[in-house]
C-alpha cells in the first residue's frame, strides 16, 4: 500500500487560519475509502479524535461538533491530495493532526479510528492565545 504524508503544520495566534495537506497514494483518492483528519491533544496520546472525514466518492462528509462551520476537508483526486483548511483556530485545536484512509464499510464515514486502516506521521499544530 502506498504512504500518508501530511505537511502545512506550525504555530499561529488564536483567530487565525492554517491549511494542511496529505499526499495520499491514488489508492485513498480514488475507489470507496474514507479519508480525512484525525488529532490528538496534549496530553491525550492515546486519544485520536477524528474530526474531518469524507468519502473519495463526494457523497458523504463528517465534521465534528468542535470543527464544525471553522474547518473544511476536501479532496483533489488529480493531485492525490487532501487538505484540511483551518479558520478561526482556537488553542484547545493545539495538537498532533494526522491524515488518515481506511475501507469505507457503512454509509457515513465513521470517526472511529479503528476503521482507518493507513495514517500519516503526523504534523503539530500549535495555537497560541
Known amino acids: 500500500q502506498g504512504q500518508l504524508v501530511e505537511s502545512g503544520g506550525g504555530s499561529v495566534q488564536a483567530g487565525g487560519s492554517l491549511t494542511l495537506s496529505c499526499a495520499a497514494s491514488?489508492?485513498?483518492?480514488?475507489?470507496?475509502?474514507?479519508v480525512g483528519w484525525f488529532r490528538q491533544a496534549p496530553g491525550k496520546e492515546h486519544e485520536y479524535e477524528g474530526f474531518?472525514?469524507?468519502?473519495?466518492?463526494?457523497?458523504?462528509?463528517y465534521y465534528a461538533d468542535s470543527v464544525r462551520g471553522r474547518f473544511a476537508v476536501s479532496l483533489d483526486s488529480a493531485k492525490n491530495k487532501i487538505y484540511l483548511h483551518m479558520n478561526n483556530l482556537k488553542p484547545d485545536d493545539t495538537g498532533a493532526y494526522y491524515c488518515?484512509?481506511?475501507?469505507?464499510?457503512?454509509?457515513?464515514?465513521?470517526?472511529?479510528?479503528?476503521?482507518?486502516?493507513?495514517w500519516g506521521q503526523g504534523t503539530q499544530v500549535t495555537v497560541s492565545s
Open positions: 491514488s489508492t485513498y483518492t480514488y475507489g470507496h475509502h474514507c
Open positions: 474531518a472525514l469524507r468519502g473519495t466518492r463526494r457523497d458523504t462528509t
Open positions: 488518515a484512509a481506511g475501507w469505507r464499510i457503512r454509509p457515513a464515514c465513521s470517526d472511529n479510528p479503528s476503521e482507518y486502516n493507513w
